[in-house]
């Protein structure tokens, strides 16, 4: 039998399985080899199915790397296969394609040791992803400006960048995403500038709803008095403006004299209706203020007539009037008065009043000429012309 140091694989595992006690003898080459055959039969699918089984198993039931272990126990611990492990990267896919009857020792180790790795394979991600974490506590160190934001600012421009490398404290001209992200991290004696909100705006302060509508009428105001302004500030827009008001008078002036007044006094005759419409005694006052004449029908010197007054005190020309009570005319200014026929008899009035003449148209009615008077103090009363007898 080989010493245990010049032992090969096969040879360590067939000492192990003999040394456990549940194999075939272990002395015997054959037993060895026995154990040899049976155990490649017995590893991979052990080593599949049960990677956790206790060391109280027997040989057929050990995987590989417990009859490693326990071969190496019995070796003091040595003489371990280092071979590098171009097998442990071979891909899990290649082992089923073997039987376990024809791997080899190596093939086996592989298997085993790429089980070994596939167990410990989910902790793969977390060793790749620890390096993240590091990475980013690095990152902060370093300082926010190559944090992610920091690097979608705007482009800068080269005084900023020479600013920023020449000196910290002078870091020159920066974007508005720097600026912010340094707003962030201002030094601890600087305290960020708080500006107080906007009080609210009162009820009377706001604009009403036609504001709009106002301002633009303003507006439009402001540019019409201002365009005159400019114009009429100027010189010429003097002269002008005085030409064209003259020839405005002027043309005025042209049109009231092509049209000139017009009088509207009342005709001298007119007539005043039929003689049997008044009553005897009557006084007729409705064409008083029309004409300023009276209309009686009286008895003068016991001859009923119908003679017509003037409606003129003698004394100082006021109106007299009619006052059917006491039967008498009764002028308002000075006092005086006279009977129905106008003879004065008191006040200040020198005279009767005057009569105009009178005479019976072509239609029968009372016709009353203006242009011409009598005077009864001068004895005109007795011509006909001044009554209509009745
Ligand atoms: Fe009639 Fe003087 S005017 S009384």
Request: with cysteine; glycine share 10%; charged share 25%.
């Amino acid at each position: 039998m080989a010493k245990k140091d010049k032992m090969s694989v096969e040879e360590m595992l067939a000492a192990a399985r003999a040394s456990d006690g549940g194999g075939k003898g272990a002395d015997s080459p054959a037993a060895a080899g026995d154990a040899t055959e049976s155990a490649p039969e017995a590893t991979p699918a052990a080593a599949a199915e049960q990677p956790a089984t206790p060391p109280a198993k027997k040989a057929s039931a050990m995987s590989v790397e417990e009859m490693l272990a326990a071969a190496r126990a019995e070796k003091k611990g040595g003489a371990a296969p280092s071979k590098p492990a171009p097998a442990a990267s071979a891909p899990a896919a290649d082992a089923p394609q073997k039987k376990p009857g024809q791997m080899s020792v190596e093939e086996m180790l592989a298997a085993a040791r790429g089980e070994k790795k596939g167990a410990a394979a989910p902790a793969k991600p977390a060793a790749k992803a620890a390096p993240k974490p590091a990475a980013a506590k690095a990152a902060a160190k370093k300082g926010p400006a190559k944090k992610g934001p920091a690097k979608e600012a705007g482009p800068k421009d080269t005084a900023s960048i020479l600013a920023a490398a020449r000196s910290a404290s002078k870091p020159g001209p920066i974007s508005k995403a720097e600026a912010a992200a340094q707003g962030k991290t201002l030094p601890a004696g600087k305290k960020k500038l708080e500006v107080p909100p906007m009080p609210a705006k009162p009820g009377y302060a706001k604009a009403p709803a036609t504001a709009g509508a106002n301002a633009e009428r303003r507006g439009f105001l402001a540019v019409t008095l201002a365009s005159i302004g400019v114009y009429m500030g100027s010189a010429l827009g003097i002269g002008f403006g005085t030409i064209i008001a003259t020839n405005l008078l002027w043309l005025l002036g042209l049109a009231r004299y092509m049209f000139p007044n017009i009088l509207t006094e009342p005709p001298t005759r007119f007539k005043v209706g039929f003689p049997d419409e008044l009553a005897p005694g009557q006084v007729a006052t409705k064409f008083k203020a029309q004409f300023g004449v009276w209309i009686v029908r009286d008895e003068y010197d016991g001859a009923p007539q119908i003679f017509a007054l003037q409606s003129v005190c003698t004394h100082l020309g006021c109106t007299p009037n009619w006052l059917e009570g006491e039967q008498k005319f009764k002028c308002p200014c000075h006092g005086s008065g006279f009977y129905k026929d106008g003879i004065n008899f008191e006040g200040p009035a020198p005279r009767p009043l005057e009569r105009f003449a009178i005479r019976i148209a072509d239609d029968g009615q009372l016709e009353v000429d203006k242009s011409r008077t009598y005077k009864e103090e001068i004895g005109q009363w007795s011509d006909t012309a001044s009554y209509v007898p009745v």
